[in-house]
């Protein structure tokens, strides 16, 4: 298995508090990739990487923003987390086309 | 740009039925396409890819797919289900974009349901 892990899997925060998650990899994949998983929507990407320092934004980007300062370590920040950004955040890595390996997921919950 | 229609957010088949599962897709670009397999509170796993090498695909757990260029399609079938095989099922695009990067797209999502 791709070593994905994501951190932290669990956290209860409230409104207007920023959150910051973590995904940390050990495949040296060149792009990463942070989506959110809500009821009804499938996976919708919420940022994406293709190197170091090098991101842009996916298709619910708004209230998020990521840093990638290390091949390893993708960070996604809620600058103020809203009740609407309650979700499950996964972590996706991969090279170029191939297959994309998933973290086990954070469940986020905003008060 | 690049979408994914998987048809029937919910499938229910009997348990020895056939499993078919629907994806359409749109590319400006020649796609890779995959499947995904989700299990509860599970991160998605990899089922089987295209990469434009043969139309029908073969998977793991006895999954297969054929790509169908002149339908958009990638549907996912299995001859016979198994209880094992419930499970929320994607599928996914894959191209370079306008910048020369990959971009993926899911759809949203089929689960399945094994009837005993």
């Known amino acids: 298995d791709a070593g994905i892990t994501q951190s932290p899997r669990h956290k209860v925060t409230e409104t207007g508090t920023p959150v910051t998650l973590r995904c940390h990899q050990t495949?040296?994949?060149?792009?990463m990739y942070w989506y959110r998983q809500d009821p009804g929507h499938g996976l919708r990407l919420i940022h994406y990487?293709?190197?170091?320092?090098?991101?842009d934004k996916g298709e619910v980007s708004d209230g998020y923003s990521v840093s990638r300062s290390k091949t390893e370590d993708f960070l996604l920040t809620l600058e103020s987390a809203t009740s609407s950004q309650t979700s499950v955040y996964f972590c996706?890595?991969?090279?170029?086309?191939?297959?994309?390996?998933f973290g086990p997921g954070t469940r986020l919950l905003v008060l | 740009a690049q979408s994914v229609t998987q048809l029937g957010s919910h499938v229910s088949v009997s348990e020895g039925a056939l499993v078919l599962l629907r994806c359409n897709y749109s590319?400006?670009?020649?796609?890779?396409l995959f499947w995904y397999v989700q299990y509860p509170n599970q991160g998605l796993q990899l089922l089987l890819k295209?990469?434009?090498?043969?139309?029908l695909v073969k998977g793991i757990n006895g999954f297969e797919a054929e790509f169908k260029k002149s339908e958009t399609s990638f549907h996912l079938t299995k001859p016979s289900a198994h209880m094992s095989d419930a499970a929320e099922y994607f599928c996914?695009?894959?191209?370079?974009?306008?910048?020369?990067?990959?971009?993926?797209?899911f759809g949203t999502g089929t689960k399945l349901q094994v009837i005993p």
């Open positions: 990487s293709y190197g170091v320092k090098d991101t």
């Open positions: 996914a695009v894959s191209a370079i974009g306008a910048g020369g990067y990959q971009k993926v797209t």
């Open positions: 996706a890595t991969s090279r170029l086309l191939e297959t994309q390996y």
């Open positions: 495949e040296n994949h060149r792009y």
């Open positions: 590319s400006s670009v020649p796609p890779y």
């Open positions: 295209y990469t434009s090498a043969a139309t």
